[in-house]
Antibody
Framework: EVQLVQSGAEVKKPGESLRISCKASGYTFTTYWIGWVRQMPGKGLEWMGSVWPGDSDTKYSPSFQGHVTISDDKSTTTAYLQWSSLQPSDTAIYYC???????????????WGRGTLVSVSS | SSVLTQSPSVSVAPGETARIPCGGRNIGRKGVHWYQQKPGQAPMLVIYSNTDRPSGIPDRFSGSTSGDTATLTINGVEAGDEGDYFCQVRDVGSGHYDFGSGTKVTVL
């Protein structure tokens, strides 16, 4: 079965570090970009960045550049999103999603994980 | 703020047609994709590349573009179509992805 399985919910304190995961299965991991999308409580979707597992190339939204790190591990077909110092404003659901349709008219997210809820509070 | 403009909400009676617009400069030239998100669930692709439906999406769902507006149309709306709908494009210059702010569809 083609799927993305995300790690479980996290409760953290401000200043703590965190890495959440997204394990891909059922397709060739190294031939699709994986993106991360944030959804703050009651809000819309925000693209954070993407990783190309073929060579671990990454792209970031300017809104998230420098605040998070996206990576991957080809040996375990897993993508990661990590923070070195969480803030309460990082409280959100984080989705990983596979990118398809790289050619015109433009790429889209055709496969989504169920999301990881991250709660940050003192 | 998003470069894509969506109305906050649309209400429609069962069996009627819901039209969900998404505005953006030259949006039709970028390729527009649509996602449905039901409460407590992850988003799901319902239309890609302006007009195409993924496998398993009913033909009640259709997409179109004209000028600076893309529209998701749901014919014969059912109670199960309630949820939030987001449009999405990728900016050709930067390679970054943009989502609309979302439209909440309520079935009366």
């Amino acid at each position: 079965e083609v799927q993305l399985v995300q790690s479980g919910a996290e409760v953290k304190k401000p200043g703590e570090s965190l890495r959440i995961s997204c394990k891909a299965s059922g397709y060739t991991f190294t031939t699709y970009w994986i993106g991360w999308v944030r959804q703050m409580p009651g809000k819309g979707l925000e693209w954070m960045g993407s990783v190309w597992p073929g060579d671990s190339d990454t792209k970031y939204s300017p809104s998230f550049q420098g605040h998070v790190t996206i990576s991957d591990d080809k040996s375990t077909t897993t993508a990661y999103l990590q923070w070195s110092s969480l803030q309460p404003s990082d409280t959100a659901i984080y989705y990983c999603a596979r990118v398809s349709g790289l050619s015109f008219p433009g790429p889209f997210f055709d496969l989504w994980g169920r999301g990881t809820l991250v709660s940050v509070s003192s | 703020s998003s470069v894509l403009t969506q109305s906050p909400s649309v209400s429609v009676a069962p069996g009627e047609t819901a039209r969900i617009p998404c505005g953006g400069r030259n949006i039709g030239r970028k390729g527009v994709h649509w996602y449905q998100q039901k409460p407590g669930q992850a988003p799901m692709l319902v239309i890609y590349s302006n007009t195409d439906r993924p496998s398993g999406i009913p033909d009640r769902f259709s997409g179109s573009t004209s000028g600076d507006t893309a529209t998701l149309t749901i014919n014969g709306v059912e109670a199960g179509d309630e949820g939030d709908y987001f449009c999405q494009v990728r900016d050709v210059g930067s390679g970054h992805y943009d989502f609309g702010s979302g439209t909440k569809v309520t079935v009366l």
